[in-house]
């Protein structure tokens, strides 16, 4: 019970940093966060951590591509 409550607070928190989620949208993630990870685990944690990085680079490529100025 504890560990939801903590979860939920470190999600509201984490929403305002994130672009498209709302505080509602992070304390239900951070809710469902824990046991979520529980149950994948070690494979499904490294998944997830290959995934995340994977996004964040084409994050990056794609917003270099935005700011990069078209020449004529």
């Known amino acids: 019970m504890i560990g939801k409550i903590i979860g939920a607070v470190i ?28 149950r994948m685990g070690p494979i499904g944690l490294i998944t997830l951590a290959a995934g995340g990085y994977f996004y964040k680079k084409h994050s990056e490529r794609r917003e270099a591509r935005r700011a990069r100025p078209i020449s004529q």
């Open 11 to 38: 999600g509201r928190h984490a929403a305002k940093n994130i672009d498209g989620i709302t505080g509602t949208s992070g304390t239900i993630i951070g809710i469902a966060a824990p046991t979520l990870l529980k």
